[in-house]
């Protein structure tokens, strides 16, 4: 069984940076893609961005592409977000997912997930 483990949320206010991590446990994740995905209440969890096992592919929505980056240690089993300029519609809470294949647009099956964390965007 594999764990996922996210950390590095917090209160940031609106043009700062936070960077998550997400530890992996109890195998190895190493030919896995991984991938964030963000929720806020009341709507549907949302893909952010994804990394292909090697790092060789990345994909971002379009949200956030040239303010976030995805990034992932094998060596150290984590997988990171930088998250620069933030805006107040960043509030969410960001769940780090990983799967064997690369789709991440039916949710459903996709086979590990963390519990998430909080990151709130002040203005």
């Known amino acids: 069984q594999v764990q996922l483990v996210e950390s590095g949320g917090g209160l940031v206010q609106a043009g700062g940076s936070l960077r998550l991590s997400c530890a992996a446990s109890g195998r190895t994740l190493s030919n896995f893609a991984m991938a964030w995905f963000r929720q806020t209440p009341g709507k549907e969890r949302e893909f952010v961005a994804a990394i292909r096992w090697n790092g060789g592919r990345t994909s971002y929505a379009d949200s956030v592409k040239g303010r976030f980056t995805i990034s992932r240690d094998n060596a150290n089993s984590t997988m990171y977000l930088q998250m620069n300029t933030l805006k107040p519609e960043d509030t969410a809470v960001y769940y780090c997912?990983?799967?064997?294949?690369?789709?991440?647009?039916?949710?459903?099956?996709?086979?590990?997930w963390g519990q998430g964390t909080q990151v709130t965007v002040s203005s």
């Open positions: 997912a990983a799967d064997p294949n690369w789709n991440w647009s039916y949710q459903g099956s996709i086979a590990y």
